[in-house]
T-cell receptor
Framework: AAGVIQSPRHLIKEKRETATLKCYPIPRHDTVYWYQQGPGQDPQFLISFYEKMQSDKGSIPDRFSAQQFSDYHSELNMSSLELGDSALYFC??????????FGSGTRLTVV | DQQVKQNSPSLSVQEGRISILNCDYTNSMFDYFLWYKKYPAEGPTFLISISSIKDKNEDGRFTVFLNKSAKHLSLHIVPSQPGDSAVYFCAASGSGGSNYKLTFGKGTLLTVNP
């Protein structure tokens, strides 16, 4: 069965650079969620989209933005990267807000 | 304010014994609870879930118990196997609007010793 696909798996950026993370949800899932997990931390909710519209917003910095496209894939854009942005970024998708499935994550390292 | 709490950061059990992982929550709007297993540098893998209309859900070696009055749930793994060694996250969500997002506990590292 198709899972949630995230790319890239690993990303190294320098401070003040920008990064774009991509998420391809499970086909026919209507909601995409982005989470950030810092070292030794629990996953923190960033933002979600339902049917291509932003549905909820968590602790997402103003330097970050996200959108969901017509094919339902989502992109998390991160600008003016800081060392503290180094984390695992997970995308999850769900149908009717149940049955959340997570991708394998993107490990972002800011140097 | 941690709405989902896993008070045991780690747990160590012997292979073949029962593992019991606990989780408490404070938000009475939560009505759906999930357990995820996570290996380093990988995404959380769904294990089992339970709706607030139930008090028990079983799937193979995994059973989740929900005590709504105590706002407490637990995951039982029996028998435990070395391959179960991972971090286990408890997560909760509600219904309607912004309640659908998952709120995670901080995780419990389970080590199953051969």
């Amino acid at each position: 069965a198709a899972g949630v696909i995230q790319s890239p798996r690993h990303l190294i950026k320098e401070k003040r650079e920008t990064a774009t993370l991509k998420c391809y949800p499970i086909p026919r899932h209507d909601t995409v969620y982005w989470y950030q997990q810092g070292p030794g931390q629990d996953p923190q909710f960033l933002i979600s989209f339902y049917e291509k519209m932003q549905s909820d917003k968590g602790s997402i910095p103003d330097r970050f933005s996200a959108q969901q496209f017509s094919d339902y894939h989502s992109e998390l854009n991160m600008s003016s990267l800081e060392l503290g942005d180094s984390a695992l970024y997970f995308c999850a998708s769900s149908l009717l807000n149940r049955g959340y499935t997570f991708g394998s994550g993107t490990r972002l390292t800011v140097v | 304010d941690q709405q989902v709490k896993q008070n045991s950061p780690s747990l160590s059990v012997q292979e073949g014994r029962i593992s019991i992982l606990n989780c408490d929550y404070t938000n009475s709007m939560f009505d759906y609870f999930l357990w995820y297993k996570k290996y380093p540098a990988e995404g959380p893998t769904f294990l089992i879930s339970i709706s607030s209309i139930k008090d028990k859900n079983e799937d193979g070696r995994f059973t989740v118990f929900l005590n709504k009055s105590a706002k407490h749930l637990s995951l039982h793994i029996v028998p435990s196997q070395p391959g179960d060694s991972a971090v286990y996250f408890c997560a909760a969500s509600g219904s309607g609007g912004s309640n659908y997002k998952l709120t995670f506990g901080k995780g419990t590292l389970l080590t199953v010793n051969p």
